[in-house]
Nanobody, 114 residues
């Protein structure tokens, strides 16, 4: 059974940083695509960043240059380093794995105050 657990969310001021973690069990993240998505109140869930099994990365234009996705294979965990946060980054952030299986985490709230 695949389980993804996000953590690291919180309340920060604009310009500050947060690092989100997505820890997995039941699946090897390094063998799959892992993505971060977010959903703001009243809006659809949107793509933020992803990392492939080869380590290549892709970012949404709104976060490129500010967010960095990375992976620790030993910990079977994917991270999202978020710098220079803006109020419009406020959302619930979800981790998704796809490949040998497909699963979402439960989400972690990120709130950025102006």
């Amino acid at each position: 059974q695949v389980q993804l657990v996000e953590s690291g969310g919180g309340l920060v001021q604009a310009g500050e940083s947060l690092r989100l973690s997505c820890a997995a069990s039941g699946i090897i993240l390094s063998a799959n695509f892992v993505g971060w998505y977010r959903q703001a109140p009243g809006k659809q869930r949107e793509f933020v960043a992803e990392i492939s099994s080869y380590g290549s990365t892709n970012y949404a234009g709104s976060v490129k240059g500010r967010f960095t996705i990375s992976r620790d294979n030993a910990k079977n965990t994917v991270y999202l380093q978020m710098n220079s946060l803006k109020p419009e980054d406020t959302a619930v952030y979800y981790c998704q794995v796809r490949g040998s299986s497909f699963s979402w985490g439960q989400g972690t709230q990120v709130t950025v105050s102006s």
